[in-house]
């Protein structure tokens, strides 16, 4: 149960990352198999749906945002935690030579050069903070804000399901 008095549901389509949820939280949270791109859940059921540092990885970002729009109920937000490009300097520049040069770099000492050069590419090919607004708009939602922080690496979107 959250502060809020209300059932907290976790959802992933990998097995293992609900095992390690699991054990990182194991109580108040029911941790769920399911495919963003198909919530199993009834259309109007939840006060909000979250995702954080995952929509880079829906392989259709359209139908996931449209998936977490219809399984709010009617007032409820969807809300989206994501990197992004920062777009002003120096930090964009920082940014670019650290994702492009460093991380992959870190990738081959660390053994795993694959999960390191997807990193920055995932970033890379999501959208700007301004686009995926107007993707969540699109997904049925209005309003929609977002913030950005730490200085332009991470975007907070919220939109609200009209009532």
Known sequence: MSAR??????????????????RKRPQGIAWE???ALELPYE????????????ARNFSDLDQGLREMT???????????LEMTNPTKPPLSTFFSLW?????????KISGDPEAYEYLPNS?????????LAGKLHAAGLD??????????IIAIHVGQKPA
């Open 123 to 131: 970033v890379k090919r999501f959208p700007d903070a301004h686009t």
């Open 5 to 22: 008095r209300g059932a907290v549901v976790g959802s992933d389509f990998s097995p293992g990352m609900l095992d390690l949820a699991r």
């Open 33 to 35: 198999l399911g495919n």
């Open 143 to 152: 309003p929609v804000k977002y913030v950005l922080t730490a200085g332009g």
């Open 99 to 107: 994702f492009d040069r460093a991380v992959p770099v870190l990738g």
């Open 43 to 54: 259309s109007d059921s939840f006060a909000a749906a979250t995702v954080g540092f995952g």
């Open 70 to 80: 219809r399984v709010v109920k009617p007032g409820g937000r969807v809300v989206v």
